[in-house]
């Protein structure tokens, strides 16, 4: 099957100078466009979370994606590259027209594709190897690594103190964590934490509450 692939930026963007790029290309050499892949989206944005991503699930041999220039796959040579390199694992061919780009089963294909695989391999060694010297480099200058202690838990006690008396109340009454946490719209987990850690104050609100009644 032949899919042709149209992709904008932005709403202002029009779709139909690719679509009659693609059609005009397709006239001349015989060919049919079987579907249409269109979508706004900035190309700075993973092909996994794009229409592109769920194409590419399903090309195989003999397919054909044909697109008016690379920079409608991606924004960055990296992208551009493992896209590529996964349609050549698929035997699915790629074109484009402005650039005349070919990927298809042929000697220099495969040679690019081996290139291309090559290429995004070595980027993602050499992000891995700048994390590790980054996180090496925030270590040995004593700072601590990953979410502030105890950042998580006074957050969310902010969030439930509002409510102490009726979690304390509600508490007297019987009720359990999990039907307080449900009327609260948090987890029972959230609760139980916050409930911990303010044990002292809640007991001293229960004793108030039973001499009042």
Same mark, same amino acid.
């Given at each position: ?13 029009? @779709?139909?100078?690719?679509?009659? %790029? +693609? ?7 015989? &060919?049919?466009?079987?579907? &249409?892949?269109?979508?706004? $989206?900035?190309?700075?944005? #993973? ?11 399903? @090309? ?14 991606? /924004? ?6 493992? +896209? ?5 694992? /698929?035997?699915?061919? @790629? &074109? #484009? ?13 495969? $040679? ?8 995004? %391999? ?54 359990? %964590? ?23 104050? @809640?007991?001293?609100?229960? $004793? ?6």
């Amino acid at each position: 099957m032949r899919y042709g692939y149209i992709r904008v930026s932005s709403d202002k963007q029009t @779709v139909e100078n690719q679509r009659f %790029e +693609i059609n005009s290309f397709c006239a001349k050499q015989g &060919w049919q466009i079987d579907g &249409w892949i269109e979508e706004t $989206v900035s190309g700075a944005k #993973t092909y996994r979370e794009r229409r592109l991503g769920k194409l590419l699930k399903h @090309v195989g041999a003999g397919d054909m994606i044909i697109c008016s220039e690379l920079s409608r796959l991606g /924004r960055n040579l990296y992208m551009i590259m493992e +896209i590529l390199s996964h349609c050549m694992s /698929r035997g699915c061919r @790629v &074109w #484009t027209i402005k650039d005349g780009y070919r990927l298809g089963d042929d000697i220099q294909s495969k $040679v690019l594709a081996f290139a291309f695989g090559l290429s995004a %391999e070595i980027e993602r060694n050499l992000i891995s190897q700048r994390t590790r010297e980054a996180l090496a480099r925030v270590k040995a200058e004593g700072k601590a690594l990953g979410r502030p202690k105890g950042s998580r838990t006074h957050k969310e006690s902010k969030l439930l103190y509002r409510h102490e008396r009726y979690i304390t109340r509600a508490l007297h009454q019987g009720h359990s %964590e999990r039907e307080i946490a449900l009327r609260l719209h948090c987890s029972r987990t959230t609760l139980a934490r916050y409930i911990r850690m303010h044990i002292e104050t @809640v007991r001293t609100n229960l $004793v108030c509450i039973e001499k009042t009644i």
